[in-house]
């Protein structure tokens, strides 16, 4: 069953995160895919993702669809013109990719290529619009298409640290829905009872929610994240049960895998991030028995 058709039929949705490499060797891509063929609905292609030059998410997504692994694939606006975001979606949809995510992107300040040029010739709620227009057969500048693509669009909330900080990404949210997102990607969920309020605010926008589950490699890592991002509602009880383990790696592939199993009752799916431990992911699978 499709992505699209498993949304449609109200059913369990997950959802893996692969990145493209920063270079042509694709061989751990493929073989990573090739483990989860089956195992998952699609996977989500981040395109440069954290401000790292990689190789582009069309080309990954399209190495992963020759796989046999539906692709959704993300598009920002921090790299790209209007000119060029048009005529990627529309080579996607040539190349058998039509579940794309409109989403936002680091700043540059924060890449690998620090000095080079912001465009955001347009925002997250243009470029939902434009993808939209693209579908009625017209261009952004009303131009006639020579046969129009058919995308099924989603979004994400952007990441908070308050009770203000929530509502106003909320509200930036039902503005993408509002412009044609058909499904919203949550931040990570760490804790499912402590979010359980904020989850149902979301299940208020009417578009299915697929919650985010990013995996706690180490310590470290957990520390960072409750220390950068309040939002995060990382638990005391959470870290203690990392640094008391024998064995913090297997741990967090636990956490994460009983995360996806209590999440499964309350919202319409998961993405599963492991931000370069993608080879982990049929062992997080199997603690989620998926």
């Known amino acids: 069953m499709s992505f699209q058709k498993r949304l ?92 794309i995510i409109v989403t936002g992107s680091e700043d540059m300040s924060e890449s690998d290529h620090s000095d080079a040029k912001t465009v955001n010739d347009l925002d997250e709620v243009q ?22 693509p058919d995308f099924s669009i989603g979004c994400t909330i952007g990441s908070f640290a308050d009770d203000k900080g929530r509502d106003e990404a909320l509200l930036a949210t039902e503005a993408k829905i509002t412009a044609g997102a058909r499904y919203v ?39 960072y994240i409750t220390n950068s991002d309040p939002g995060a509602n990382i638990s005391n009880e959470l870290i203690r049960r990392i640094r008391k383990s024998s064995n913090r790696e297997l741990e967090g592939i636990k956490i994460a895998g009983e995360t996806i199993q209590a999440l499964k009752e309350k919202t319409q799916g998961v993405l599963i991030q492991t931000l370069g431990w993608e080879h982990k992911l049929p062992e997080i699978l199997d603690v989620a028995k998926i």
Do not use: W
């Open 185 to 223: 990607i949550t931040p990570p969920i760490y804790d499912v009872p402590a979010s359980a309020d904020f989850l149902s605010r979301v299940k208020e926008l009417g578009v299915p929610v697929i919650t985010t589950v990013f995996l706690l490699k180490s310590l470290a890592i957990a520390q």
């Open 127 to 148: 470029l939902i619009e434009a993808l939209m227009t693209l579908q009625t057969g017209k261009d952004m500048s009303g131009f006639d298409l020579d046969g129009a």
């Open 8 to 99: 449609a039929a109200k059913e369990f949705a997950v959802l893996a995160e692969m990145h493209t490499p920063k270079g042509i060797n694709i061989s751990r891509l493929v073989n990573d895919a090739r483990r989860l063929k089956g195992r998952v609905d699609a996977v989500v292609v981040p395109d440069m993702d954290n401000g790292i030059m990689r190789m582009s998410a069309l080309a990954g997504g399209v190495l992963l669809q020759q796989q046999g692994v539906e692709t959704i694939m993300h598009m920002y606006c921090r790299d790209r013109n209007r000119m060029a975001l048009q005529g990627d979606a529309l080579a996607a949809h040539v190349l058998g990719i039509q579940n």
